[in-house]
């Protein structure tokens, strides 16, 4: 018998190979999105399925060693799809030409890219599937054909391909050590015979995700590639892509405590690493945003520094494994980027719309958009308050478990600077809130808010919301795949 | 189980959306399904308070016990839980009953105030409202600090779109002081749990924690909570954000600032910083009783300066704030429960004297064009009745005896000086608050007319209500009882932790 995470992959593969055969069709521009956006449904209900019936390894006998469908894969599988579903209906209203079953088919690519990512368990299959993943986004970053989109393509191809071979590297290095690609090989035989290059090896993996999960200092290609790219596209990086670097490292890294046996050096610990890459990024994508004169620039800036926030949580994880608040802060992590996916998602998917419909993607473009564009307007209002924290909003409670994990002990520092920077950092969403509902625009003009953009707006700031309200169920279910990982 | 606590969050809450859609079909509709709902929390505030009163009265009520009480677990995995948990005691029931009249009165004051995007107003309204019941009744610390941002988000609204010329800028710089002072509080919360997690039967609930707290783990929470504090008292020198605040906003929501939301910087100090770091703060009593001192002195001395009536009533809340926190203190210091319990009574009084001078700030504005001072001449004559409701509510304010303010204000002092030889100095604190009301109404009232003056005066049903205001201060100071008795247990509980 077929299972469900068998079938949601061939789908997707199907989809993916067989969406460009649609150009045949002449006339019927729109069906190619439609079918992808079907198909992703599709496969979100049966990973959605798969998960919640208790997956074990062996329910996927194809899987072999390099696929382990766990819980904690599953929510990144579901994460990452339910950002590429969005994105999909949402190109609905944007992508117009007689290209677009090939852009389809490049998300359709990505999507089983990051599935399989998260749901690896081999360093090899983790690296087959992360090129997977991003070759698809260097074409669609470049999409639109401008020069700037253009620009924006080839920096983060070329950023993208250094990350590659530096992950490359990284698992060269770990195969000569211990002789295996499997994760857990490699973990266990780090920690037992921690060498040298097993620490580079460590460094070297944290580089090259940390590329992915746009943290300082390999965060450069960001506000660049987001302002370039399509912003839908953008939505896609930010909200999904960046998720599957999170996977890798959560997977890859978190067991590891090499650099500490390593060096014998007690402040050369993967705790003070994962602080001191904390602290940077989130002060400076904090600090950047708010000096930012561009919608995508300022929300790839606070994008940056919601990563700086994710890594609170492996902070609190690699300082005591097994503790109480390494539950917690693990918890938090994975809760975060469930609720940075749908707030940054909806508020870059906001501003696509305010691009596509204003022609304009400066701060100045939202003064007054309350009245205009209504519907955005509160999305954008709620997504961005989600982002600063503020209760009840869903981002309040991740951001609650990551600081409580770290609030008292070592790292309490930790705790207050992440705070700081959520107190700081509403200082320029409400800025632009202020700006929607306070300032006058240069017209009080209706402007037309297409219907599947609405539509996906009405049900991410409802997830935000609801969850925000009543968020046993899924805190619970990321408690207990954070739970399996801390072991 | 009674649902009367939870029914005075959810009512306001869901029934925003209502005034809102009443108010886009018709402009009179909305303003009395406002007022119809506004009228029913304020019975539903009244039961509690009666409730708690009724209790105490008959001295069931223990020290350290909450009436009304609900529980039901919200979130809970591996090793955290946060329960839904309300309860009233002597100390939020005054609260919760002047929180829903301020709201009836604010929704009838704002009828002419307010002219545009009404249903967006009175929906905010009741949202500030719900959230606001809901920081004076919850029983658990992440509940409580939940309502509390709530309340900034209705509130950065009503001074951005409906305040004066330099709103935006106030309403920024609202939020930024306050989401920043209130971030810091979680985190003191945060450390205290992580501190006690392997303790058994460890909880964010405020009764589980009053009294266990380890002294060692009181420190660092009593100052990240005294900074979430003392913003919102507001205490000097964390006050720079209200006199802007209050100037920009419309005279119906600096009601609700000064009557309401700075309440919620004292009802924290008691229940909060006193309630659960009772140790550290009986330690540090001395610092609290000197910044306290210092805010009465200080916005006594700064209202005198202030040529805007509205900025000098805004100082008047920085003086009178001032003596709750020192009441508070006082009595750990002495053991003089006439301390916390002048401390509650001052919070309620405050909020109706100083509520009627806010709207009456917002009739002159809008009768006679300004609110300057010097400007304002010969009231007597050319608004006779604005001027006697002026006189009456300053008298209010600087703690005249046929007005509760001077009871309470007297209570407050008495602890003061039984604390020690120095604090006695607070008995000077009145002789200045006195002296700029006098010589704003001397200034305002009884100056000669100048010229022809076409101002309205207000028509007797607004008379009417400034006496909602005003009348039960008079009652008050015979019934003090109603206050009083059920402030006592809340006295006696937090000195008995110190």
Do not use: C
Request: hydrophobic share 55%; glycine share 8%.
């Amino acid at each position: 018998m077929i299972d469900y995470l068998t079938l949601a992959i061939v789908l997707m593969g199907a989809a993916a190979l067989l969406l460009p055969l649609l150009q045949l069709l002449k006339g019927r521009a729109a069906l190619p999105g439609y079918v992808l956006a079907v198909v992703l449904a599709a496969a979100f209900v049966l990973i959605g399925a798969f998960t919640l019936s208790g997956p074990s390894p062996s329910s996927v006998p194809w899987g072999g060693s390099l696929l382990h469908p766990d819980q904690l894969g599953g929510i990144f599988a579901l994460v990452t799809l339910g950002v590429t579903l969005a994105v999909t209906i949402v190109s609905f209203d944007f992508e117009k030409g007689p290209s677009n079953p090939v852009y389809y088919s490049l998300l359709a690519f990505t999507a089983l890219g990051m599935v399989l990512l998260a749901y690896s368990q081999d360093l090899l299959m983790l690296f087959v599937s992360w090129e997977l993943m991003s070759v698809p986004t260097y074409v669609l970053a470049g999409f639109s054909k401008t020069r700037q989109s253009n620009e924006a393509s080839v920096k983060y191809a070329i950023i993208g391909a250094m990350s590659s071979a530096v992950i490359l590297y990284a698992i060269s290095l770990a195969y000569g050590l211990t002789g295996s690609t499997q994760i857990s090989t490699v973990v266990s035989g780090f920690t037992s015979n921690p060498t040298a290059l097993a620490g580079v090896a460590t460094l070297l993996f944290v580089a090259g995700f940390g590329f992915k999960m746009s943290i300082v200092p390999f965060h450069m290609w960001i506000p660049d590639a987001y302002e370039g790219a399509p912003t839908t596209i953008s939505t896609l990086l930010a909200a999904a892509t960046k998720k599957a670097g999170f996977i890798a490292a959560i997977r890859v890294l978190l067991a590891i405590t090499t650099l500490y046996t390593v060096t014998q050096n007690p402040v050369f610990t993967m705790a003070n690493v994962f602080a001191v890459l904390a602290l940077v990024t989130m002060t400076l994508g904090n600090v950047s945003a708010l000096t930012q004169k561009s919608m995508t620039r300022l929300l790839a800036y606070s994008s940056i520094a919601q990563a700086g926030y994710m890594l609170i949580g492996f902070v609190a994880f690699s300082n005591a494994p097994g503790s109480a608040a390494a539950t917690l802060g693990l918890t938090g992590t994975i809760f975060h980027v469930i609720n940075h996916a749908m707030m940054k998602g909806v508020a870059f998917l906001a501003a696509a719309l305010v691009l596509l419909q204003l022609k304009r993607a400066d701060l100045g473009a939202y003064n007054g958009l309350g009245k205009r564009m209504p519907l955005t307007a509160f999305t954008l209002t709620v997504a961005f308050l989600g982002l600063a924290g503020v209760p009840p909003l869903s981002g309040f409670w991740s951001k609650l478990l990551l600081f409580l994990s770290v609030a008292n002990g070592p790292y309490g520092w930790l705790a207050l600077a992440g705070i700081l920077n959520s107190a700081f950092s509403l200082g320029y969403y409400a800025w632009i809130i202020k700006r929607m509902y306070m300032d006058e625009g240069e017209s009080t003009e209706r402007v037309k808010e297409p219907f599947w953009s609405v539509i996906v707006f009405a049900i991410m700031v409802g997830l935000i919301i609801g969850i925000g309200l009543f968020p046993q169920q899924v805190v619970g279910f990321v408690s207990s795949a954070a739970a399996s990982v801390a072991g | 189980m009674s649902y009367a606590l939870s029914l005075l969050i959810a009512l306001p809450l869901l029934g925003a959306p209502l005034v809102y859609a009443a108010t886009r079909v018709n402009r009179r509709l909305g303003i009395y399904a406002s007022l119809a709902l506004s009228a029913v929390v304020l019975l539903v505030a009244g039961y509690v308070f009666w409730q708690v009163y009724a209790a105490a009265a008959s001295n069931s009520l223990a020290p350290g016990q909450y009436m009304l009480q609900e529980k039901y677990s919200w979130i809970s995995f591996s090793n955290f839980g946060l329960d839904y948990f309300l309860g009233a005691d002597g100390l939020s029931s005054p609260l919760l009953l002047v929180s829903a009249l301020l709201t009836v009165l604010v929704v009838v004051g704002s009828r002419r105030l307010i002219d545009h995007h009404e249903a967006e107003y009175y929906s905010l309204i009741f949202m500030f409202e719900g959230a606001i019941m809901g920081v004076f009744t919850s029983l658990n610390l992440i509940l409580f600090y939940l309502f509390w941002e709530i309340v900034l988000i209705p509130m950065f609204f009503f001074i951005g779109v409906w305040g004066g010329p330099r709103r935006k800028y106030a309403a920024l710089k609202f939020i930024i002081f306050t989401f920043a002072g209130s971030t810091i509080m979680l985190l003191g919360f945060l450390y205290v749990y992580l501190g006690m997690i392997g303790t058994p039967g460890v909880s964010f609930n405020i009764p589980d924690l009053a009294g266990k707290i380890p002294v060692a783990l009181q420190y660092l929470p009593l100052i990240a909570s005294f900074i979430g504090f003392a913003v919102k008292l507001p205490l000097v020198p964390f006050h720079t954000w209200l006199p802007d605040a209050h100037v920009e906003a419309p005279s119906p929501i600096s009601v609700l600032l000064a009557g309401v939301l700075l309440k919620m910087g004292g009802y924290g100090f008691l229940r909060i910083s006193i309630g659960l770091f009772p140790n550290a703060s009986a330690q540090y009593a001395w610092v609290f009783l000197v910044l306290g001192l210092f805010s009465m002195f200080y916005g006594a001395a700064a209202a005198i300066l202030q040529r805007d009536l509205k900025k000098m009533i805004a100082f008047t809340s920085i003086n009178h704030m001032g003596f709750v926190l020192f009441g508070a203190y006082a009595t750990l210091v002495s053991g003089n429960l006439l301390g916390i319990q002048g401390a509650i009574f001052q919070m309620f009084t405050h909020a109706l004297a100083v509520g009627s001078l806010f709207m009456l700030s917002g009739y002159i504005q809008h009768q006679a064009g300004t609110r300057e001072i010097p400007l304002l001449k010969g009231l007597r004559t050319s608004m006779p009745r604005t001027a006697a409701i002026l006189v009456l509510g300053s008298a209010a304010a600087m703690g005249l005896p046929p007005f509760s303010s001077f009871l309470a204000e007297f209570m407050v002092i008495a602890a003061g000086i039984s604390a020690s030889a120095f604090t006695a100095i607070s008995i000077l604190v009145p002789v200045l608050t006195a002296g700029y009301f006098l010589w704003m109404v001397k200034r305002t009232v009884l100056s000669p007319a100048e010229g022809e003056h076409e101002a309205h005066d207000m028509g007797w049903s607004d008379v009417a209500a400034f006496a909602v205001y005003l009348v039960p201060l008079v009652i008050l100071i015979i019934a003090s009882y109603l206050i009083l008795t059920p402030a006592l247990p809340v006295a006696q509980f937090l000195r008995g932790l110190a």
